[in-house]
T-cell receptor
Framework: EPEVTQTPSHQVTQMGQEVILRCVPI?????FYWYRQILGQKVEFLVS????????KSEIFDDQFSVERPDGSNFTLKIRSTKLEDSAMYFC??????????FGPGTRLTVT | AQTVTQSQPEMSVQEAETVTLSCTYD???????LFWYKQPPSRQMILVIR??????QNATENRFSVNFQKAAKSFSLKISDSQLGDTAMYFC????????FGTGTRLKVLA
């Protein structure tokens, strides 16, 4: 069964550093998403991406964040200058035309 | 703005019993999707069940079923014959383009 994959599973970085989180969505899906979940809290929507551009973003998704689909398979989330409060689990998801979203296993980001 | 509310932060149920998790939401849209996701300790997000708002029939998936009351904007999840493996956080979600998640209900199934 096709699945969304994410790498790395755990990323540790120092405050102020740039990080790139990688995702490989399901191959025939057209919509891609990033979410984050701070430990013990709910899952929060960050951004959705369709047809090589952002289709919707939340207030959390400020200028520190960017997304890219550099090739036909990867979907990345970049945080330019990480802050302590960026420590969270980051989930990638994908879907066919908006409907059921399939989530990846997540990347745990720890900012020290 | 759409909101999703889960008023039960924690619940427990005896193995083989039935439990109902509540969820309410607020929206002005008429067409949308609602989901229940399960998040076990591994923190993987697993889709449990989905409901299209235009469908009056409540969705059912094996031991999981929903009670969807569109007018009341209520979307509860019933788990029948609870199993130890059902122990997890359960999130209700409302879908526009992204998903809007509730704060979750931590369910513990007791042996």
């Amino acid at each position: 069964e096709p699945e969304v994959t994410q790498t790395p599973s755990h990323q540790v970085t120092q405050m102020g550093q740039e990080v790139i989180l990688r995702c490989v969505p399901i191959s025939n899906h057209l919509y891609f998403y990033w979410y984050r979940q701070i430990l013990g809290q709910k899952v929060e929507f960050l951004v959705s991406f369709y047809n090589n551009e952002i289709s919707e973003k939340s207030e959390i998704f400020d200028d520190q964040f960017s997304v890219e689909r550099p090739d036909g398979s990867n979907f990345t989330l970049k945080i330019r200058s990480t802050k302590l409060e960026d420590s969270a689990m980051y989930f990638c998801a994908s879907s066919e035309p908006p409907g059921e979203q399939y989530f990846g296993p997540g990347t745990r980001l720890t900012v020290t | 703005a759409q909101t999703v509310t889960q008023s039960q932060p924690e619940m427990s149920v005896q193995e083989a019993e039935t439990v109902t998790l509540s969820c309410t939401y607020d929206t002005s849209e008429s067409n949308y999707y609602l989901f229940w996701y399960k998040q076990p300790p591994s923190r993987q997000m697993i889709l449990v069940i989905r409901q299209e708002a235009y469908k009056q029939q409540n969705a059912t998936e094996n031991r999981f079923s929903v009670n969807f009351q569109k007018a009341a904007k209520s979307f509860s999840l019933k788990i029948s014959d609870s199993q130890l493996g059902d122990t997890a956080m359960y999130f209700c979600a409302f879908m526009t383009l992204g998903n809007i998640f509730g704060t979750g209900t931590r369910l513990k199934v007791l042996a």
